[in-house]
C-alpha cells in the first residue's frame, strides 16, 4: 500500500474553500484514495473515493491529477463543524485493509 | 439501522485482567474490521473477518489478543493478562465488501483504560 504524506494542520475560516493536499509517489497501479473524517471520541467517517480526474458528492470533491501521485481534498464554504481530523489514504487488495497515517487537522474559526 | 455499534463505551481495568469488547455491525455487512487508536495517530489495523471467517491479523495482534465472529454476524475481541500499553480507542467497523467500494462504516469505539 502507497504511503501518503499530508500536512499536520490547516487554519481555515467559515464560509471559506479548504483544499487539503495529500502525496503519494508510490500509489500503485490499483489504488484507490479515500478520505475519511474524525471528531474526537467518535470513530472516521467516510467522506470520498476516487481514481482519477474529479468526484464529488455532497459534501466534498476530491482532483486526482492524471498521474495520481497526490490528490486533493475540496471543502466548499467549510463551517465551524468541520473542525476534525481528515485522513488521506491509499487503499487496495482484497481486504480492504485502511492505513492511516497522522491525518491533517483542520481547525475553521468564526 | 441505527450502524456499527461497540459495547463497553469506556472500559477500566487492572493490569492482567481479561477483558473483551463486543462489535455489532451494520446487518447487511459481511466484512468486520478491528482498529486500534492511540492518542494524536490514526486508527491502526487489527484484524479482519469475512464472514465467520477471520482472513487476516496485524503482527500488532499479539497471542493475547483473540478475536472471533462466531455466526458471522457480531464480533468479540478479548484482551488477555492486558498491559498499560493496551490502552487505546479499539475501533470497529463493517462493509459491505463489494469490489471496489473502500466506505468502512466505524463504531463509536471501545476506550480501555488499565490501570
Known amino acids: 500500500l502507497a504511503k501518503t504524506t499530508q500536512p499536520i494542520s490547516m487554519d481555515s475560516y467559515e464560509g471559506q474553500e479548504v483544499n487539503i493536499t495529500c502525496s503519494h509517489n508510490?500509489?500503485?497501479?490499483?489504488?484507490?484514495i479515500t478520505w475519511y473524517q474524525q471528531f474526537p471520541s467518535q470513530g472516521p467517517r467516510f467522506i470520498i473515493q476516487g481514481y482519477k480526474t474529479k468526484v464529488t458528492n455532497e459534501v466534498a470533491s476530491l482532483f486526482i491529477p492524471a498521474d495520481r501521485k497526490s490528490s486533493t481534498l475540496s471543502l466548499p464554504r467549510v463551517s465551524l463543524s468541520d473542525t476534525a481530523v481528515y485522513y488521506c489514504l491509499a487503499v487496495a487488495g482484497a481486504t480492504n485493509k485502511l492505513i492511516f497515517g497522522t491525518g491533517t487537522l483542520l481547525a475553521v474559526q468564526p | 439501522d441505527t450502524g456499527v455499534s461497540q459495547n463497553p463505551r469506556h472500559k477500566i481495568t487492572k493490569r492482567g485482567q481479561n477483558v473483551t469488547f463486543r462489535c455489532d455491525p451494520i446487518s447487511e455487512h459481511n466484512r468486520l474490521y478491528w482498529y486500534r487508536q492511540t492518542l494524536g495517530q490514526g486508527p491502526e489495523f487489527l484484524t479482519y473477518f469475512q464472514n465467520e471467517a477471520q482472513l487476516e491479523k496485524s503482527r500488532l495482534l499479539s497471542d493475547r489478543f483473540s478475536a472471533e465472529r462466531p455466526k458471522g454476524s457480531f464480533s468479540t475481541l478479548e484482551i488477555q493478562r492486558t498491559e498499560q500499553g493496551d490502552s487505546a480507542m479499539y475501533l470497529c467497523a463493517s462493509s459491505l465488501g463489494l469490489a471496489g467500494v473502500y466506505e468502512q462504516y466505524f463504531g463509536p469505539g471501545t476506550r480501555l483504560t488499565v490501570t
Open positions: 508510490n500509489i500503485a497501479t490499483n489504488d484507490y
